[in-house]
Every structure is written in C-alpha cells, then in structure tokens.
C-alpha cells in the first residue's frame, strides 16, 4: 500500500489534541477550508472558527469542551475532534479518545509546554491510542526542528521519527522535504504547497536525516536494518508500509511540520491520515468489540441543545443505525434514536443512518451517558471502556440569583453534569449550600457561564463554607432549669450535667448517672435530644464535637414536667455551660498529594509553607520520569485556591489530591477572625 493508492477507505474519527493554545482549533479549521468543508478558514482571535463556535468558548478564546466536524477527503468521510488543551478541560479528551483511530498532537517548539506535552502524550500511550505529532507554528521557529525533536523526546515515551525538514530561506522557513516522499515542498498562503526540485544542500540534509528516519524504522524492521547495512535504497512502497505499521503498533511517533495559520502542511497530514491512520475495524479490535451484536457504538459526548433537546454523540464501531434504533446500554435501555445527525461544530444537521465508522449524534437516547457502551441485538455489549474523571480540585457554593429559579437549577445541574461528567453537584445538609467541584478556576467559570446562558439560571457563586467545628479544653458541672408558669399547665424540668473534653475524634458521648429517680427514667431521651440539639451550634458558632455529657442530677414535678421541659433545660444547661468549658475551634487538616515537573518542586514548597502546610517529604513521582509528589498536611481552608497558585507554578500542569484526615485546634488571629466572620454572617 503505497502513499499514492487511491482506493476509498472507511471513515475515520481523529482526535486533534495537544498542550493549551498550541494551535489545535486553527488547525481544524484548516482542515476545513482545505477540504471544502467551509467557504473561508475562521480565526480564533475573530472568533469565527467551527472548533470554538460556543458563546464560552468565543469570550474566553480558548476551547472549553471537545468539538466535532465533518468532512470529506479524497471521497472519505472524516469526522474531527478538536479538543481542548487546557487541564481542566481534559475530561474532554480523555472521553473521546478510546473510541478514535488516531491524535493528531499539535505542539510547538516551546520549552515550557513540555510537561503538557507529556501529560497528553501520556494518556494517548496509556490509551494505545496511535498518534502523529503536528509541530505546528514553524512559521516562529527559532530553532532547528533537531534541536526541538530533542526538545520534545522526553515527553514520549515512545521515539519520536522526523519525516519531513524545513526549508530555511534566511530566518524563516519556506517550505519543507517529505523524506518518505523524498520531495521538496514550498509553502503557499491558502493553498496547497507546490512542487520544487530538490537540491544543493537540501538535498544533502534530505539525505542524511532521510537515513536517520529509516534507521529508526529499522529498529523494528530486520529486512530494513539489512538493506541499510548494504547500503541498498529501499523501494519507497516499503517505508510507507514500514510508516504505517509502526505507527498503527506505536512504535514510532511520526512528525510532520505546518502552520496551521496558513494551512501549511495540511495536505500532508491529510495524507499521512488516510493512508497510515487505522480504519474503523482495527479500533473496534483495539477496544475489544465482539462479533455478535447488530450495532455497537461508543457515547463521546453528551449534548443538550437549547431547543434540540438530547443529542448523544457516538462512534459507530460496527453495524448500522437509523431513525428508530433501540439501543441498549448494558444498564439499561438507553433509547429509541430519534434523529441523526451530522457533527458541524454547533450545528446538528440531519442526515439518514448511519454505519460502521462513522461519528453522528443520536437524538433523544435519555438513558445514554459520555463513555457508554451502546448495541442492539438480544444481548447488551459489555461496556468497552470505563474512564473515569480526575477527582476534582476547587469548589464554589451557587445559589439561583432568583428564588423562583430553584428547581430549574436542579434540572440545570443535571444536564451540567451529563455534559461534563469532571464537575460534580455537592448538596451540604449542614450550611445548606450547594457546592459545584470542578478541576480549576476556568472550569468552574465555565460551568456557572453555562448555568446562565444555555440553562437560563443565573447563579451566585461564593467560596464554601469550610468544614470548622469546636470543642472544649475544660470539665465544667452546670445546672439547667426551665420553669414557666403560664396559667394552667406549667412547665418544669431541671438537670445538671457534667460537661467534660474528650481525645480528638471521639465525637460526642452521653451517659446518665441519676440515682433515686430524681429525673425519670422516660424524661431522660429528651435531655439527650436537647442536648444534641445544642451542639449543633456552639459558643464559637460551629457544631461542637469531642465531648462527654453525663446527666448526674435534678428534679422534676409530677404535673407539670414533661419531654418538652426536659428536652428544653438540657438545652438551656448546654448553652450556659459550654462558654465556661474554654470552647476552642477546630479545623479540618487534609494530607495533600501533589504532583508536579520537578523543576516546581522548590516553588511547591514554598507555597505549602506559606499556606500553613507541614511538608511531610517528597518523592520522584513513580512511573512519570521528571516529576515529584510532594505531600503534606494542610488546613482545608488554605487547600480551597492552592490549585490556583499550583496552576500558575507549573504552566498548568500541577495537580493534587487531597484526603480528610484529622481536626485540629486552631488559636490566634486567625481563629478569632473565622469566629467574627462566623457571628457577622449569622
Ligand atoms: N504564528 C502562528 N500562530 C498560530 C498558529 N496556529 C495557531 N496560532 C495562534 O495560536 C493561538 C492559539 O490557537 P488555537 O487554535 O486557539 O489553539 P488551540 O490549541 O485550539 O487552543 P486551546 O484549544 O485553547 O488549547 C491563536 O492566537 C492562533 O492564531 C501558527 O501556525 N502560527
Ligand atoms: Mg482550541
């Protein structure tokens, strides 16, 4: 199979994926306008790109969520997925991976954007996914594309293979060499690159880098290694074939130059897609489809349109579907299609069924979810993949700018989350807030935009209530007496409690100790409940915890005591005694794990300090060579916007995670602060 066959394939769903702002929705549109798809290629900075068409994704210049579109090349359809590069946005990329035939990484030659590089190349190895680099923007190179090779190898785990050099006209490059091709390109604005002969010392360079390309290739190809120990050319259908073998068992990553700006180099990798990339029938082996159902297809994304309603956008990896299809999940049923339809950015237009390889969007499958496995016939496929979110990073508490909008908002969040799976809705019983978590500032700005402009919900965001308690330092006995007399029927009840410390974590004890009856057996419940009642909320504001209550003594009278009184002096008993124990506020302490390039080792320390942390050591980060983990204990209210500042340390790939795991005292300022903030707001 030679570069030049012509014969039609199958059609192919590519993801376009690569570090934050490298150039990925240019290259798309790109794409688009050289295949036709679109009349003019769109720009990101004029907002007017397919990739980035939502009204998000438009204001922050930036791609907030994965984007589909069609086309067509050389008579095959395409369908590709523009993914977002930042961190926070990942989810995106990691739910539409499993299902595509091969990434197109689009990177740049930039230092800094090395650790994103390898975090995406990660994933993609992890995954099996098959990938090209696209070194795009070499219109700015100030390097030679083998010093940035050797830049860029050690984010792959996997070696990287040079198949094209530029050009260079003075400082800049004009055009490139094809070295499976064994052609000289020069770069036309808008246009496809024409033609030149190749000569001088192009053609030297040619040669030589030419040679190192077949030597990796004959790393894993013994007849080839042989041909170049005699110095034998080999015949140039072999390389090709020897190019995409190596890529489909991802044994190379090739790498192809452009600028996406001008559409330079897109006919190449064109190219190179349709002939190296695998079909349809290879991915669905890769995922491990079985024979035997009518349809398989795997959920990439959910969608709700204003009007549309549900679209659940799929990749069939074998069969047919239509109008009317019922799939199934292996849960459940997930539907009856009602629609498909054809992916143009934000534009669903509806076209007939659909088969094996193509990538559309199921109208109305309610029971289907992003990452799904859906199938028809007698038996519901397995489910192929199961790729969960990363736990998230930053909250912040919401709450509908009008009353009347509450229960849209429930709804609202449901369809937020099906969207987005990496943002999750906490309902806290205790403050009564509703928490949104998510993987980074932009994300939950994102997510709250949505709120109001798809879901019409204008919400209030505020930081959430961290998670403070109090307990008491001193053992005080404390006598509490209700009594009223209001006509008829009074009111009495009278105990005395000891209020008592206990070690953290033991939470609240009660015991009675009353002897000769001088509170009745059936009245005792009630001071516990009143009790309990009080500790909900302290001296300092915050549920108490970490005490023990023994009911020793009192009195009752035979007509007017009752569960109420009782309940209501143990209360009362609480309220006065606990000032007098020294009450102390408490506060959560999570152990925070982060990771990070190892050059930010040193500013994550520092940050830590500066936030109350207690560094507990750092390691190298097993399996990911130039990283470290750095833990610590940290008070909850310092994690609440460290990712902030982690982001900014790391050129946004730093993470962490964090568990609960003990309350610790909390005295000072910084105490007194939170008490005042607690009484001011109450
Ligand atoms: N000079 C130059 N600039 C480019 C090239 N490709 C893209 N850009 C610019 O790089 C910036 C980012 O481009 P995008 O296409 O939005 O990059 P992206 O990878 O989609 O960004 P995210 O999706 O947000 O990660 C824009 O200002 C583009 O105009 C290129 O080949 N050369
Ligand atoms: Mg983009």
Not at 459 to 473: A, K, L
Not at 607 to 613: D, E, M
Request: hydrophobic share 40%.
């Amino acid at each position: 199979m030679g570069q030049n066959g012509t014969g039609p394939k199958g059609p192919r769903c590519i993801a376009l994926v690569g570090p934050f702002q490298s150039g990925k929705t240019t290259l798309l549109e790109a794409i688009l306008a050289r295949t036709g798809a679109i009349q003019r290629q769109g720009t990101v900075d004029a907002g007017t790109t397919v990739g980035d068409a939502s009204k998000e994704a438009r204001h922050h210049k930036m791609s907030i969520e994965a984007t589909f579109a069609t086309t067509t090349f050389m008579e095959d359809n395409y369908v590709f997925v523009d993914c977002p590069g930042s961190i926070e946005f990942i989810h995106d990329m990691r739910s539409v991976l499993p299902a595509v035939d091969a990434a197109v990484v689009v990177c740049e030659a930039d230092e800094k954007k090395v650790p994103q590089l390898q975090l995406i190349l990660r994933e993609l190895e992890d995954q099996n996914i098959p990938h090209f680099l696209f070194l795009n923007k070499i219109d700015k190179a100030d390097k030679r594309v083998r010093e940035t090779i050797k830049l860029l190898q050690p984010a792959s785990r996997v070696p990287l293979l040079l198949r094209q050099i530029p050009i260079w006209n003075g400082d800049l490059i004009s055009g490139f060499v094809d070295l499976a091709l064994e052609r000289a390109y020069v770069y036309k604005e808008q246009a496809p690159s024409e033609i030149v002969d190749l000569k001088g010392e192009d053609a030297d360079r040619e040669k030589e880098a030419r040679f190192t390309m077949l030597e990796t290739l004959a790393d894993h190809d013994d007849e080839l290694m042989e041909q170049l120990l005699e110095d034998i050319q080999p015949p140039r259908d072999k390389v090709f074939d020897d190019l995409a073998k190596e890529l489909r068992e991802r044994e190379v990553v090739p790498v192809l130059l452009g600028v996406a700006t001008r559409a330079n180099g897109v006919l190449r990798l064109l190219k190179a897609l349709r002939h190296e990339a695998p079909e349809v029938a290879e991915t669905a082996q890769r995922l491990g489809v079985e024979a035997g159902n009518e349809a398989v297809a795997l959920v990439l994304k959910t969608y709700h349109t204003t009007h549309g309603g549900k679209m659940s956008i799929a990749r069939l990896l074998a069969g047919q579907a239509g109008d009317g299809t019922t799939f199934y999940t292996p849960e459940t049923e997930a539907g009856r299609v009602s629609g498909v339809f054809k992916l143009m950015g934000q534009h669903f237009e509806k076209r007939g069924q659909a088969s094996a390889g193509e990538t559309v969007a199921f109208g109305k499958l309610d029971g289907a979810k992003t990452g799904d496995t859906l199938s028809t016939g007698k038996q519901a496929h397995p489910s192929l993949i199961d790729v969960k979110p990363y736990p998230p990073v930053l909250a912040t508490a919401v709450q509908a700018k009008e009353r009347k909008d509450d229960v849209k908002l429930g709804a609202a969040f449901t369809k937020l989350t099906e969207e987005d799976p990496s943002l999750t809705i906490v309902h806290d019983a205790e403050t009564h807030e509703v928490v949104i978590w998510g993987q980074g500032e932009m994300h939950l700005r994102v997510a709250t935009e949505r709120l109001a402009d798809r879901f019409t919900v204008p919400v209030n965001t505020r930081p959430p209530s961290v998670g403070y308690r109090e307990t008491i330092r001193k053992t005080v006995s404390i006598r509490g007496r209700h009594k009223k007399q209001s006509g008829g029927h009074g009111q009495f009840g009278d105990v005395v409690l000891e209020i008592k410390p206990l070690p953290r974590s033991s939470g609240f004890q009660f015991e009675e100790r009353i002897t000769g009856g001088v509170v009745p057996r059936n009245y005792i419940p009630s001071v516990e409940e009143g009790v309990i009642d009080a500790l909900k909320h302290g001296p300092l504001g915050f549920p108490v915890v970490d005490l023990h209550v023994a009911l020793v003594d009192g009195s009752y009278h035979t007509v007017d005591s009752s569960d109420m009184a009782f309940r209501t002096a143990g209360r009362i008993a609480i309220v006065e005694g606990l000032p007098q124990c020294s009450p102390v506020l408490l506060e959560p302490i999570h152990e925070v794990e982060i990771v990070c390039p190892n050059e930010a080792t040193a500013k994550m320390n520092a940050i830590l300090s500066s936030r109350r942390g207690q560094i507990l050591g750092f390691d190298a980060r097993e399996g990911w060579p130039g990283w470290d983990t750095v833990r610590a204990q940290m008070a909850e209210a310092e994690i609440g916007d460290l990712i902030i500042e982690v982001r900014s340390a790391t050129a946004g790939v730093g993470s962490f995670t964090f568990k609960f795991d003990h309350m610790a005292e909390l005295t000072g300022r910084t105490a007194d602060q939170i008490v005042a903030a607690r009484r001011a707001a109450e």
